[in-house]
């Protein structure tokens, strides 16, 4: 078959690629879709069981640093889109282990871009039609204050906020992690190919993402599997770190739009204006849990357990997304209590896919980590 574009999506067997594949593989029939993952502990061809069989879909295990099997993909594809999503993701492993999120991160963003500019630039129509997306974090640009520690209503949202300040497209990089060091600057590479080579580039920096198939590592999806085993949830400093949550569904309809209608060499803020003190969502996660399990609701307030902090620990992350509302018309179609209880449900009724990922490593892993606290 012909078809209309061939698309490459990088990191497609993780938590967000996951959704990303699914949209493009069901709402375009026409768009050939390879999924490019090298399937690390974080990637789970288990997240795309319903769609693996779709006649679009290929899936390609590599990794993204393999710069010979990135060119013979692109050609082998005539891939005249990127959406790259693969990295790692988790701030508690790059604290461990920055050398790996360096050589991922910066190196294989970096190798998807050479690979990327020689292909397209082979072409006669060279880079007409074509488009890298690149998908980054909010925590690129370091931490805001939190100058109203109890919350306020503002005027730019109608829920609650922590602080006067928002991140813009406009703010300066000032990430602080390894975590999100690697991943400013990956963003400035992607930039830089467009800039230098003309490569038609785009970039967008969401908020916190949550719902189904999150890798457990991460605060939402841990806590549930915590709580229903009725095991310690391991509340780091005070709890009252802020991040603002965005349904994971969601975020992948932005990508889909921007990826569609985004201005070359844009960058679009993603957020979805819910900024919640940790300590705050995490009762609500436990009252969630509770009810769902037919427990007496919030019986299990007392797993929360204190512990060390996170070393360098971002205060507040919030998210102004003006831009991508205005310019392009995207807005969450969720609200906050809505995508959390679906997100517990998915969680609790599929026990299996988590059992599926807790066991074996993932218990050592845990164990040490939590032992270093
Ligand atoms: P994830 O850790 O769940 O998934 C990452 C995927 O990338 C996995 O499938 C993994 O196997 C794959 N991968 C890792 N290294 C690879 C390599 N060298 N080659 C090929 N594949 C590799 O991550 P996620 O939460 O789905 O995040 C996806 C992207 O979105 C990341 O770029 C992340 O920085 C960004 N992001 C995440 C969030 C969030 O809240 N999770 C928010 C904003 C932006
Ligand atoms: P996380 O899900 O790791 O996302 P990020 O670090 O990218 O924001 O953590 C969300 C918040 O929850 C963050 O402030 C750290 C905190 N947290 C805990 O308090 N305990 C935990 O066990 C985890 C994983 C996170």
Same mark, same amino acid.
């Given at each position: 078959?012909?078809?209309?574009?061939?698309?490459?999506?990088?990191?497609?067997?993780?938590?967000?690629?996951?959704?990303?594949?699914?949209?493009?593989?069901?709402?375009?029939?026409?768009?050939?879709?390879?999924?490019?993952?090298?399937?690390?502990?974080?990637?789970?061809?288990?997240?795309? #069981?319903?769609?693996e069989a779709s006649p679009?879909?290929?899936?390609?295990?590599?990794?993204?640093?393999?710069?010979? #099997?990135?060119?013979?993909?692109?050609?082998?594809?005539?891939?005249?889109?990127?959406? &790259?999503?693969?990295?790692?993701?988790?701030?508690?492993?790059?604290?461990?282990?920055?050398?790996?999120?360096?050589?991922?991160?910066?190196?294989? +963003?970096?190798?998807?871009?050479?690979?990327?500019?020689?292909?397209?630039?082979?072409?006669?129509?060279?880079?007409?039609?074509?488009?890298?997306?690149?998908?980054?974090?909010?925590?690129?640009?370091?931490?805001?204050?939190?100058?109203?520690?109890?919350?306020?209503?503002?005027?730019?949202?109608?829920?609650?906020?922590?602080?006067?300040?928002?991140?813009?497209?406009?703010?300066?990089?000032?990430?602080?992690?390894?975590?999100?060091?690697?991943?400013?600057?990956?963003? &400035?590479?992607?930039?830089?190919?467009?800039? +230098?080579?003309?490569?038609? $580039?785009?970039?967008?920096?969401?908020?916190?993402?949550?719902?189904?198939?999150?890798?457990?590592?991460?605060?939402?999806?841990?806590?549930?599997?915590?709580?229903? &085993?009725?095991?310690?949830?391991?509340?780091?400093? #005070?709890?009252?770190?802020?991040?603002?949550?965005?349904?994971?569904?969601?975020?992948?309809r932005a990508i889909d739009?921007?990826?569609?209608?985004?201005?070359?060499?844009?960058?679009?803020?993603?957020?979805?204006?819910?900024?919640?003190?940790?300590?705050?969502?995490?009762?609500?996660?436990?009252?969630?849990?509770?009810?769902?399990?037919?427990?007496?609701?919030?019986?299990?307030?007392?797993?929360?357990?204190?512990?060390?902090?996170?070393?360098?620990?971002?205060?507040?992350?919030?998210?102004?997304?003006?831009?991508?509302?205005?310019?392009?018309?995207?807005?969450?179609?969720?609200?906050?209590?809505?995508?959390?209880?679906?997100?517990?449900?998915?969680?609790?009724?599929?026990?299996?896919?988590?059992?599926?990922? $807790?066991?074996?490593?993932?218990?050592?892993?845990?164990?040490?980590?939590?032992?270093?606290?």
């Amino acid at each position: 078959m012909n078809y209309k574009r061939n698309l490459l999506i990088t990191g497609g067997a993780g938590f967000i690629g996951s959704h990303v594949v699914r949209l493009f593989v069901t709402k375009y029939p026409d768009y050939r879709i390879i999924n490019l993952d090298k399937l690390t502990y974080a990637g789970n061809l288990a997240n795309l #069981k319903d769609i693996e069989a779709s006649p679009n879909y290929l899936f390609v295990k590599a990794d993204i640093c393999d710069f010979e #099997k990135i060119q013979e993909l692109l050609a082998q594809y005539r891939v005249d889109g990127i959406i &790259h999503l693969a990295a790692e993701s988790h701030v508690d492993r790059s604290i461990k282990d920055p050398f790996t999120f360096a050589r991922t991160n910066v190196m294989g +963003t970096l190798t998807l871009l050479q690979a990327a500019k020689l292909y397209w630039e082979s072409l006669p129509e060279g880079y007409e039609g074509k488009r890298f997306y690149h998908i980054s974090t909010d925590e690129v640009y370091g931490a805001l204050e939190l100058t109203k520690p109890n919350g306020i209503k503002s005027d730019i949202s109608a829920h609650e906020v922590y602080g006067d300040e928002f991140f813009r497209e406009t703010t300066k990089y000032n990430p602080h992690s390894p975590y999100s060091a690697s991943k400013a600057s990956s963003d &400035h590479f992607v930039r830089a190919f467009h800039d +230098t080579y003309g490569m038609p $580039t785009i970039v967008t920096n969401c908020s916190n993402n949550y719902g189904p198939y999150q890798f457990p590592e991460k605060l939402i999806p841990l806590f549930i599997n915590n709580i229903r &085993h009725r095991k310690p949830l391991p509340v780091y400093g #005070k709890g009252e770190n802020v991040r603002d949550w965005l349904y994971v569904v969601d975020h992948a309809r932005a990508i889909d739009l921007i990826f569609h209608k985004g201005k070359i060499a844009e960058t679009y803020n993603i957020g979805g204006f819910n900024e919640w003190k940790n300590i705050d969502i995490i009762k609500v996660v436990i009252r969630t849990v509770d009810r769902l399990l037919g427990r007496k609701e919030g019986e299990d307030l007392d797993l929360i357990t204190y512990v060390t902090d996170r070393k360098g620990h971002d205060l507040r992350y919030a998210i102004d997304s003006t831009k991508l509302k205005t310019e392009l018309g995207w807005e969450p179609s969720l609200q906050f209590e809505e995508g959390i209880e679906l997100t517990v449900k998915w969680y609790l009724e599929n026990q299996a896919w988590m059992d599926n990922i $807790t066991s074996g490593e993932y218990e050592k892993y845990y164990e040490e980590m939590y032992r270093n606290r």
